[in-house]
């Protein structure tokens, strides 16, 4: 079963905008990532967030995390083509497993 | 350094038919995970290692599934038999774990399996 749900389940927007999608879990975490998966490629990580973190930065990624609200964000700010892709959050728990919501489709048109 | 490789990339077979997938993680990472993901949705974990310990799994289906890490370091999941249903990516993962923490999961280029 899915335990985290990310929304939008699709995104399409043009180069330069930003993307925000959201993840919604249901129980406790140890920490929560986010992956990419191209089209026909393997997961990569992009960020890992920790249950006592608020925010995160890698490059043009923001990612927040609000425990209270169960929920993350990722932010895609000043996006581009080669960013389409899909987006899954993962959340891990108390006992190490990672599991995946159904992602958030992206697509970036020039 | 290199990532995590598998094998076969694809594999076509006939239902009823045994498959089996190799997995051979990142070096010095302690921790591998087969997943299993369908067609527009997230990997599902079926069976998690640490070390030669499988910890978790919970989620494999233990009337057909198999897996077996010996030695700790590389693994096989098998099917036997397959069923129409089993077709997907199955995808390996491994990571390394510090104590009371853990961390990303790296993963390899996935076997994608048809069961015709």
């Known amino acids: 079963s899915q335990q985290g749900e990310e929304d939008p389940q699709a995104l399409s927007i043009q180069e330069g905008e930003n993307a925000t999608m959201n993840c919604s879990y249901k129980?406790?975490?140890?920490?929560l990532q986010w992956y990419r998966q191209n089209s026909g490629r393997g997961l990569v990580h992009l960020i890992l967030?920790?249950?006592?973190?608020r925010e995160k930065h890698s490059g043009r990624l923001r990612v927040t995390l609000d425990t209270s609200k169960k929920s993350s964000s990722l932010l895609i700010t000043a996006s581009r083509a080669a960013d389409t892709a899909s987006y899954f959050c993962?959340?891990?728990?108390?006992?190490?497993?990672?599991?995946f919501g159904a992602g958030t489709q992206v697509v970036v048109t020039p | 350094e290199a990532g995590v490789v598998q094998s076969p990339r694809y594999k076509i077979i006939e239902k009823k038919q045994p498959v089996a997938f190799w997995c051979n993680p990142i070096?010095?990472?302690?921790?591998l995970y087969w997943y299993r993901q369908n067609l527009g949705q997230g990997p599902e974990l079926l069976i998690r290692?640490?070390?030669?310990?499988?910890?978790?799994d919970s989620q494999l289906p233990k009337d057909r599934f198999s897996a077996e890490r010996l030695k700790g370091v590389d693994s096989t999941l098998k099917i036997q038999p397959a069923e129409l249903g089993d077709s997907a990516v199955y995808l390996c993962?491994?990571?390394?774990?510090?104590?009371?923490?853990?961390?990303?999961?790296?993963f390899g280029p996935g076997t994608r399996l048809t069961v015709l």
């Open positions: 290692y640490e070390n030669e310990e499988a910890v978790d």
């Open positions: 993962a959340r891990t728990d108390s006992w190490g497993k990672l599991q």
């Open positions: 129980t406790s975490i140890n920490n």
């Open positions: 967030i920790r249950s006592n973190e």
């Open positions: 070096s010095g990472h302690n921790t």
């Open positions: 993962a491994s990571s390394s774990r510090l104590a009371g923490s853990y961390n990303e999961q790296f």
